[in-house]
């Protein structure tokens, strides 16, 4: 089993969207890249410990490959803009991908290359690519938060439609394909 850390904006959003892919173990929501140990989300939402929301998604290389799961990151939050995702404001809304290893620098590097050279976005992409430091897991009601709250607003208008999105673009590689 491998680790990747991605933050793409509402931590809630990417854990729904990786927890379904064929070879992913598990998707834990926290948060990485900042300076505070043990941030609160309150603190987090502060946008003073400098973390982002972030996955920790841990996958078997053997189902499917780093690479591919970077590939799917970048077509299911915006890697263009700074500090956002739709009306979600704040470094802790960035976009990141936390290395945990020289391979997956590279790897990251590239893909950004290729993504870029694809024109799947209109604008530069400004997703940061940082060395892991540390992940702290969220608090316990933010787990599985889109699957425990599907009628919530933001469930039904933001996660719900990037969900649905994925699922048709990315069907043969969900663990369940109805």
Same mark, same amino acid.
């Given at each position: 089993? @491998? #680790?990747?850390?991605?933050?793409?904006?509402?931590?809630?959003?990417?854990?729904?969207?990786?927890?379904?892919?064929?070879? $992913?173990?598990?998707?834990?929501?926290?948060?990485?890249?900042?300076?505070?140990?043990?941030?609160?989300?309150?603190?987090?939402?502060?946008?003073?410990?400098? &973390?982002? @929301?972030?996955?920790?998604?841990?996958?078997? %290389?053997?189902?499917? +490959? *780093?690479?591919?799961? !970077?590939?799917?990151?970048?077509? $299911? &939050?915006?890697?263009?803009?700074?500090?956002? /995702?739709?009306?979600?404001?704040?470094?802790? *809304?960035? +976009?990141? #991908?936390?290395? &945990? +290893?020289?391979?997956?620098? +590279?790897?990251?590097? /590239?893909?950004?290359?290729?993504?870029?050279?694809?024109? !799947?976005?209109?604008?530069?992409?400004?997703?940061?690519? @940082? %060395?892991?430091?540390?992940?702290?897991?969220?608090?316990?009601? &933010? !787990?599985?938060?889109?699957?425990?709250?599907?009628? /919530?607003?933001?469930?039904?208008? $933001? #996660?719900? %439609?990037?969900?649905?999105?994925?699922?048709?673009?990315?069907?043969?590689?969900?663990?369940?394909?109805?």
């Amino acid at each position: 089993m @491998e #680790i990747a850390t991605l933050a793409g904006g509402c931590f809630w959003c990417t854990e729904a969207v990786f927890k379904e892919l064929k070879g $992913v173990e598990k998707v834990e929501p926290g948060y990485a890249g900042g300076t505070v140990p043990n941030p609160t989300y309150e603190q987090v939402c502060t946008g003073r410990t400098g &973390h982002a @929301e972030a996955v920790q998604v841990t996958f078997d %290389p053997a189902i499917i +490959s *780093y690479d591919e799961l !970077l590939k799917i990151f970048f077509t $299911v &939050h915006d890697p263009t803009t700074l500090n956002r /995702q739709g009306a979600d404001v704040g470094t802790q *809304y960035r +976009s990141a #991908i936390f290395y &945990h +290893s020289d391979q997956q620098k +590279s790897t990251a590097q /590239q893909v950004v290359s290729e993504v870029t050279a694809a024109k !799947l976005w209109n604008a530069p992409i400004v997703t940061q690519i @940082e %060395p892991f430091q540390a992940f702290y897991r969220a608090e316990g009601y &933010h !787990l599985d938060y889109f699957k425990n709250n599907p009628r /919530q607003p933001y469930c039904e208008m $933001v #996660i719900a %439609p990037k969900v649905r999105k994925f699922r048709e673009r990315y069907m043969e590689k969900l663990k369940n394909q109805s």
